[in-house]
């Protein structure tokens, strides 16, 4: 599904919640256009290999203050490439909430453009990988710019699952960039299942740059080329940890 050929605003002018919304489902590609789209919240609940693809997109935020951009719920088979979140204007927030519960899910090339200068405190991507055969990876995903009272990424622990009797799943963090987040790093620690973080760079955030536990079980986390600097971290925490494990 084309997005402008669906009825979207190619402009930037008006809000494409509504068509984006009303086009998304499972078994559905919808393919972004160039330009800026304004979007309060695309959410999906329960949909199975849908895929939301950008050629040089990019999103600009519509909402004000501590407000999650965009929520995938009970979501299996997920791809999600190609779009830049146009975050720096003013109490602008392009927090992505990914909650997937089956198949192989992907977030690869996205980027968090301009500071969260949010006040409440947000994120730049929480997660939740649930179900023993689910893998959710993030590819290039680019958090340089920050965020003022935000952790860059959280992941869920096994008793938020919406189902806490299932296994946790498999999360993979390649080649993505996390800096001067002023609450936390990637604070992956809660999760239970195998974790793999392989390249990228994790700089200046507060407290932790990475943390992962690797699953209180019998699955170990992996944590393998990746850059980490601590020189000028944040002023707001005493304590910064390069790599927790």
Not at 66 to 84: I, N
Not at 99 to 104: D, E, H, I, K, M
Not at 178 to 207: C, D, F, M, Q, T
């Amino acid at each position: 599904v084309d997005l402008v050929e669906a009825g979207a605003d190619p402009t930037g002018e008006e809000l494409v919640d509504p068509v984006l919304n009303g086009v998304a489902g499972s078994d559905t590609r919808i393919l972004l256009p160039e330009g800026g789209d304004r979007l309060r919240r695309f959410e999906l609940t329960a949909p199975e290999n849908v895929a939301l693809v950008g050629d040089d997109a990019r999103v600009v935020p519509a909402s004000r203050g501590a407000e999650k951009l965009c929520v995938f719920s009970r979501v299996s088979d997920l791809w999600v490439s190609g779009l830049t979140v146009d975050q720096s204007g003013p109490d602008r927030c392009g927090w992505m909430d990914v909650r997937v519960t089956g198949g192989t899910n992907v977030i690869s090339d996205v980027r968090l453009e301009g500071l969260n200068d949010v006040t409440a405190g947000t994120f730049g991507f929480t997660l939740l990988c649930e179900g023993a055969d689910t893998e959710l990876r993030l590819d290039s995903v680019d958090l340089g710019d920050g965020g003022r009272n935000a952790a860059g990424i959280y992941v869920f622990p096994q008793r938020d699952y919406y189902d806490s009797d299932r296994d946790p799943g498999t999360l993979v963090l390649r080649d993505c960039i996390l800096k001067n987040w002023a609450r936390e790093g990637l604070y992956a620690s809660p999760h239970g299942g195998p974790i793999r973080v392989v390249g990228g760079r994790y700089e200046n955030n507060a407290i932790d740059q990475v943390r992962v536990g690797g699953g209180h079980r019998d699955t170990l986390a992996l944590v393998r080329d990746v850059n980490i600097v601590v020189d000028d971290p944040p002023s707001v925490h005493d304590a910064v940890v390069g790599a927790h494990l």
